[in-house]
Nanobody, 122 residues
């Protein structure tokens, strides 16, 4: 049974930073890719950052809107995903979701989801 549990969200002022964490359990085999998505009110969910987590992986990819500001990383030993966000902008306000894929790193292949953590930037 796969569980992804996010933490680290909160309210910050523009220019501030947050670090999101996602603890994964039961997700050990075919653990090919993990990612962060976000969904703002009234908008569709969008992929923010993804990281190839299979053996020998580590390559990353970012949405244009967060390049240079967000950093995704993964601790293979602790099976924990991170998203460092700095500096934050008001348009980053959204519910952030951790996601996992046993297939590829294509945005549409993520089948495991966390419950989300809210990020609010004022």
């Amino acid at each position: 049974h796969v569980q992804l549990v996010e933490s680290g969200g909160g309210s910050v002022q523009a220019g501030g930073s947050l670090r999101l964490s996602c603890a994964a359990s039961g997700y050990t085999y075919n653990r090919n890719c993990m990612a962060w998505f976000r969904q703002a009110p009234g908008k569709e969910r969008e992929g923010v950052a993804r990281i190839y987590t299979a053996s020998g992986g580590g390559s990353t990819d970012y949405a244009d809107s967060v390049k240079g500001r967000f950093t995704i990383s993964h601790d293979n030993v602790k099976n924990t995903l991170f998203l460092q966000m700095d500096p934050l902008k008001p348009e980053d306000t959204a519910m952030y979701y951790c996601a996992g894929s046993t297939l590829s790193c294509l945005w549409g292949d993520f089948g495991y989801w966390g419950q989300g953590t809210q990020v609010t930037v004022s």
